[in-house]
């Protein structure tokens, strides 16, 4: 069942930004210039498109591009960086299906097209290579690192959330969807990951639209299913998928929508006016002595900062949000 939340917000205008409050009760809406919260703290030029992003819990970016190149991006030295740097390079020319460097110091590439994913250390320096079991595999479209060492595939052949051991060529879990979930005539999972105890898949529909998020738990029993249709009719579809804390968050167009992963409630935040942004993730959130406000309530008030990365086809763009 999907919830909407009284808390949830809207846009009725591009040129702000809202932020949902909760007093006495009641929703307190503060409306300000998009321009007073968001500020472009620096622009770095990059020479290639961006494919597949992956983030660490430090907050450093693993950005990869058509070639399977990987390029990194250190957050904690971002006033020094001026470029990118080319720390991994494929022996064979191949596109990477996904990155993920969330669960473990271990660097995880999938590749779709040859059925088998690469483990590098977090200097992306190669610790080893593995094919998917074809006894267990019969076509994954989506993989990620499980936390308890194994590997969560997504075999579109059968329909199936599998957790296997590559290694030791162990099945330890499947779970067929098509069975949970008949009225759908077709699955199609191209991104999944294990966060706080759950799996998340997204489901594309026709011409590779974003609609609906799969969540399963460790054991790899299905859970329930968030239907962006239904929280939000009226977006046509939705750009890759991202985590922090306790949310999940999307865009469309120049909007970040935020879903609760337990509760279903929502809040929207317009982003800053750039164009063909392909990619933003959040890397940072801060608290910061406001010393305006201490000066005028004679206590020591905080502000939130957010530090928030954009990428087009040939830039880096940071940002920081200003929530207060």
Same mark, same amino acid.
């Given at each position: 069942?999907?919830?909407?939340?009284?808390?949830?917000?809207?846009?009725?205008? &591009?040129?702000?930004?809202?932020?949902?409050?909760?007093?006495?009760?009641?929703?307190?809406?503060?409306?300000?210039?998009?321009? @007073?919260?968001?500020?472009?703290?620096?622009?770095?030029?990059?020479?290639?498109?961006?494919?597949?992003?992956?983030?660490?819990?430090?907050?450093? %970016?693993?950005?990869?591009?058509?070639?399977?190149?990987?390029?990194?991006?250190?957050?904690? /030295?971002?006033?020094?960086?001026?470029?990118?740097?080319?720390?991994?390079?494929?022996?064979?020319? =191949?596109?990477?299906?996904?990155? @993920?460097?969330?669960?473990?110091?271990?660097?995880?590439?999938?590749?779709? @097209?040859?059925? *088998?994913?690469?483990?590098?250390?977090?200097?992306?320096?190669?610790? =080893?290579?593995?094919?998917?079991?074809?006894?267990?595999? &019969? +076509?994954?479209?989506?993989?990620?690192?499980?936390? $308890?060492? /194994?590997?969560?595939?997504? @075999?579109?052949?059968?329909?199936?959330?599998?957790?296997?051991?590559? =290694?030791? *060529?162990?099945?330890?879990?499947?779970?067929?969807?098509?069975?949970?979930?008949?009225?759908?005539?077709? #699955?199609?999972?191209?991104?999944?990951? *294990?966060?706080?105890?759950?799996?998340?898949?997204?489901? %594309?529909?026709?011409? /590779?639209?974003?609609?609906?998020?799969?969540?399963? $738990?460790?054991?790899?029993?299905?859970?329930?299913?968030?239907?962006?249709?239904? %929280?939000?009719?009226?977006?046509?579809?939705?750009?890759?998928?991202?985590?922090?804390?306790?949310?999940?968050?999307?865009?469309? &167009?120049?909007?970040? +929508?935020?879903?609760?992963? +337990?509760?279903?409630?929502?809040?929207?935040?317009?982003?800053?006016?750039?164009?063909?942004?392909?990619?933003?993730?959040?890397?940072? &959130? #801060?608290?910061?002595?406001?010393?305006?406000?201490?000066?005028?309530?004679?206590?020591?008030?905080?502000?939130?900062?957010?530090?928030?990365?954009?990428?087009?086809? /040939?830039?880096?763009?940071?940002?920081?949000?200003?929530?207060?």
């Amino acid at each position: 069942m999907i919830f909407l939340s009284s808390f949830s917000f809207v846009f009725t205008s &591009e040129s702000y930004i809202y932020f949902p409050n909760k007093k006495n009760n009641e929703i307190v809406t503060k409306q300000q210039k998009i321009e @007073d919260f968001w500020k472009k703290t620096k622009e770095i030029p990059i020479n290639f498109t961006p494919k597949q992003i992956a983030k660490t819990r430090t907050g450093n %970016l693993y950005v990869s591009d058509k070639k399977g190149n990987v390029f990194f991006f250190d957050m904690q /030295n971002l006033d020094k960086m001026q470029s990118q740097n080319v720390i991994y390079t494929p022996e064979k020319i =191949a596109q990477i299906s996904q990155i @993920d460097a969330w669960q473990t110091q271990e660097i995880m590439l999938f590749y779709m @097209d040859y059925q *088998e994913f690469h483990l590098l250390d977090r200097f992306l320096k190669p610790i =080893a290579k593995r094919e998917l079991p074809k006894q267990f595999v &019969e +076509y994954a479209t989506a993989s990620t690192p499980a936390s $308890d060492g /194994n590997i969560w595939v997504w @075999d579109s052949a059968s329909n199936s959330l599998k957790k296997i051991n590559p =290694a030791q *060529e162990q099945l330890f879990s499947q779970t067929n969807l098509a069975t949970i979930l008949p009225q759908l005539e077709e #699955i199609n999972i191209n991104f999944m990951r *294990e966060y706080q105890y759950q799996v998340f898949l997204t489901f %594309l529909e026709e011409k /590779n639209e974003l609609k609906k998020i799969f969540i399963f $738990d460790l054991f790899g029993n299905y859970k329930k299913i968030i239907d962006l249709n239904v %929280l939000f009719p009226d977006i046509k579809y939705f750009t890759n998928l991202d985590f922090w804390d306790n949310e999940f968050y999307t865009f469309f &167009e120049n909007k970040l +929508y935020f879903i609760d992963i +337990y509760t279903q409630k929502y809040r929207i935040i317009s982003l800053p006016n750039e164009n063909n942004v392909l990619f933003w993730t959040k890397i940072e &959130e #801060i608290l910061l002595e406001d010393k305006t406000k201490k000066i005028e309530t004679k206590k020591i008030e905080t502000k939130k900062i957010e530090k928030w990365i954009g990428f087009t086809a /040939n830039k880096m763009l940071v940002y920081e949000l200003n929530k207060e």
